[in-house]
């Protein structure tokens, strides 16, 4: 195990170095092919060096932290049951990584590039326009490499105290064991890859030989993985339902045969306990309900307020749990989410939705009558799964109820799920804004980069530029703004174009509403913030109103509008500051001999206001931060006016 | 009460399946939705206790509280959920800017 740890920290280096480098080498001369490239080297220098330590952690030679992997996957080999042929398969393996270690420096870097054959004339792009990579590309390789080696030599130092904890008991990692087996294995895997480099030409050349080379064998390899893919694909035509059904169908598989297992001999019984269990019947009957209406309603507008209305019962459900904190964001989200959808419903051509609503209700009734035999048949599976995991439950969960004995006298915050959220699964929930940020910067990399000349712009600027380019106006049209107002077809077409971005709600009340609401949405936020750890809502819920009342701008003033009226948010830095914040705040401890994440309490300072103040306010608002920062790039970008074409 | 919900879990969630094999990735990223539901659904079912009050420490004395471990779960869940369907939903905007569709089997002819 503490072998498979060090080779999983030593992969994660090198794997993710190498990509990196591929990743540079692809967009410095626009091709990935061995043949074609050559002698970066000299135009790549820093690219090169890094290279090469990746090579050199991949082949395990002998510095660097590949090697102590690999010394120990062979000790681990040699005490194996079959050890002969697992320890020669591992040699073998790696004498094999350090061949390919070699090709990739020598071939790319090192070796000066061959003559263009004149036929790649249109791709074959290396030589001349190679760009010299931008420094912040060559940095995040640079680091990995340079941990790679360092992490070798003090092997003791860093990486021991990294796997200690998982494995839960001393370990022993050395650079250099002495000489003994592993290391001769080792050193032999070393000399034998380079063998096979420099054997490599002469074994291409000479194929015809009897005995199977190499390139033979793995000829036939690929031959068989290919007739093997041939024989699959005749499964694979290319719809992306019925790969979901294969995935969904064989996890529901293997799930069910165990769920299965645990639930036989046991007694299942519905209870209600009070009326607030019949009450949560009645919510749940209602979420079955709209979301069942939800497949039924043709309208994508009137199916997602279903989806609405059915989510809204899950909240409910949550409240009578109670788990009001819980409850308070499934409301939030679930506003937020319709909203989403309703906005993005409106970018989506109304030819296009009523295109796929008639496919949909002139299905055939066989291809319904499967459809509805698979989700049952997969909702059965996970019925059962859950009921097994609900029956076979125990009854008193320790680990809860410490969560419970110790929320108060640990943190001074009478939340317990806000406590388990902000302390006790700290870890988790960085990560999961982490998660939630990145989400939000997809969604802007995803819609902010359209199709050439598919795009509306709208700046005024953007848009002459775009009208010289087609040749509507003349080129010597400057971009003075006397100009253009003097161009009246011009101003026209740009009026024209930002009406229909303007929005239809835009009615002095809504207008006064949205205004006032905004402050509101953030005031109230500030009290989430505050009144975190003693009452329903925090960091998440806080960041969540102020992005609804965000979205209420663009929504009532439209996309023009609201952007230019809200330029103080800057929602994408916003992510990032509150990441950096509750991980600064994480780390700020580690300063004080204090572990990772550790709350500082501050009892005694008493503020007006039954506030309570400790460290997981600042990561609170790092978590308020992040979330408003996300939900706000996700609204703002998916409200983006382009190609808009009335709803 | 919870083998209720569990029961619920699983018709939910083969409502969500029988919305995402709809040939219409709107349908679809609304099927998506009804998984997630589901899923929140599950994290109630399995919570340790059959809670009377709200997991705070000022209510430990007035009855068993509901089961705060889960409850954090599922914070943790509905937020990652939102976060997906929020990249579910561009990339339907995508594909509707760039296929002029939402049939993913239109775009599958597209691609040829």
Do not use: C
Request: net charge neutral; aromatic share 6%.
């Amino acid at each position: 195990l503490q072998t498979a740890l060090v080779g999983l920290i030593v992969h994660a280096l090198y794997k993710a170095t190498l990509f990196l480098v591929a990743g540079i080498v692809d967009h410095a001369t626009g091709t990935r092919q061995l043949d074609k490239l050559g002698g970066l080297g000299r135009k790549m220098p820093a690219v090169a060096i890094i290279a090469g330590l990746a090579a050199v952690t991949m082949a395990g030679v002998p510095p660097t932290l590949g090697f102590i992997a690999k010394e120990g996957l062979i000790e681990a080999a040699l005490h194996s049951p079959a050890s002969v042929l697992v320890t020669a398969l591992v040699v073998l393996s790696s004498a094999f990584m350090v061949t390919t270690a070699i090709i990739l420096v020598w071939d790319v870097f090192v070796r000066p590039a061959k003559e263009q054959h004149g036929a790649h004339g249109s791709h074959g792009a290396h030589g001349q326009h190679v760009h010299v990579p931008a420094a912040g590309m060559v940095a995040g390789p640079a680091v990995l490499a340079v941990l790679a080696v360092i992490t070798g030599l003090g092997v003791g130092m860093l990486i021991t105290p990294l796997i200690t904890p998982i494995l839960g008991a001393e370990t022993e990692l050395h650079l250099f064991a002495g000489i003994n087996t592993p290391f001769l294995l080792s050193l032999l895997a070393i000399g034998v890859g380079v063998v096979v480099y420099f054997a490599r030409q002469p074994l291409n050349a000479v194929i015809s030989v009897p005995v199977p080379s190499g390139r033979q064998l793995y000829n036939a390899a690929v031959g068989g993985v290919e007739a093997a893919a041939n024989f699959v694909l005749r499964s694979q035509n290319g719809k992306l339902r019925y790969y979901l059904v294969a995935i969904l169908g064989s996890v529901i598989l293997l799930m069910s045969t165990s769920g299965l297992a645990h639930l036989s001999g046991t007694s299942i019984s519905i209870q209600f306990g009070s009326s607030a269990d019949v009450l949560k019947a009645v919510l749940l009957a209602l979420s079955l309900g709209a979301t069942f209406a939800s497949i039924l309603l043709k309208r994508h507008l009137i199916a997602a307020l279903a989806l609405g209305v059915a989510g809204y019962s899950v909240g409910g459900i949550f409240l009578l749990e109670p788990a009001p904190d819980v409850a308070l964001v499934q409301f939030l989200v679930e506003t937020l989410g319709t909203v989403l959808v309703i906005t993005m419903l409106g970018k989506i051509s109304l030819p296009e939705r009523r295109q796929v609503i008639e496919h949909l209700w002139n299905q055939s009734r066989k291809g319904v009558a499967r459809d509805a035999i698979i989700a049952t048949v997969i909702g059965l599976g996970v019925g059962l799964f859950t009921l097994s995991a609900v029956v076979n439950r125990p009854s008193r969960n320790t680990v809860t109820q410490w969560h419970i004995d110790n929320a108060y006298e640990i943190l001074n915050a009478t939340d317990i799920v806000a406590t388990i959220v902000t302390d006790f699964r700290g870890m988790d929930t960085i990560i999961e804004i982490t998660v939630f940020g990145m989400a939000a910067l997809g969604v802007l990399t995803l819609l902010s980069t359209p199709e050439p000349g598919k795009t509306w712009q709208f700046s005024a600027g953007r848009m002459l530029r775009q009208l010289r380019s087609r040749g509507m106006i003349r080129e010597d049209v400057g971009a003075q703004a006397e100009i253009e107002a003097k161009d009246p077809a011009l101003q026209k077409e740009i009026a024209a174009l930002q009406a229909q971005t303007a929005s239809r709600f835009a009615t002095p009340l809504t207008r006064i509403v949205a205004t006032i609401v905004l402050p509101f949405a953030l005031l109230v936020a500030l009290a989430h913030l505050l009144y975190g750890g003693g009452a329903p809502g925090d960091g998440f819920t806080a960041g969540v109103v102020s992005g609804l009342g965000v979205a209420l701008w663009y929504i009532v003033f439209g996309y023009d509008e609201a952007k230019r009226r809200l330029t103080w948010l800057r929602p994408a830095p916003l992510i990032g500051i509150g990441i950096g914040l509750a991980i600064l705040n994480a780390a700020l401890p580690l300063l004080f001999g204090e572990p990772f994440l550790m709350t500082t309490v501050l009892r005694d300072l008493h503020l007006p206001a039954d506030i309570h103040l400790s460290s997981t306010m600042l990561f609170e608002t790092g978590i308020f931060l992040s979330v408003m920062g996300g939900s706000s790039v996700i609204l703002e970008t998916i409200a983006h006016p382009q190609e808009v074409e009335g709803l | 009460m919870s083998v209720l919900l569990a029961i619920a879990t699983g018709v939910m969630f083969g409502l969500g399946v029988f919305q995402l094999l709809r040939r219409d990735l709107i349908k679809a990223g609304m099927g998506f939705y009804i998984l997630f539901t589901a899923i929140n659904l599950l994290f109630i079912a399995v919570g340790a206790f059959d809670g009377k009050v709200a997991a705070y420490s000022t209510l430990l004395g007035s009855g068993q509280v509901s089961d705060p471990l889960v409850q954090a779960l599922l914070l943790t869940a509905i937020v990652i959920s939102f976060g997906t369907y929020a990249v579910l939903l561009g990339l339907i905007s995508v594909s509707s800017r760039r296929y002029q569709t939402v049939d993913p089997d239109a775009v599958d002819k597209l691609k040829g």
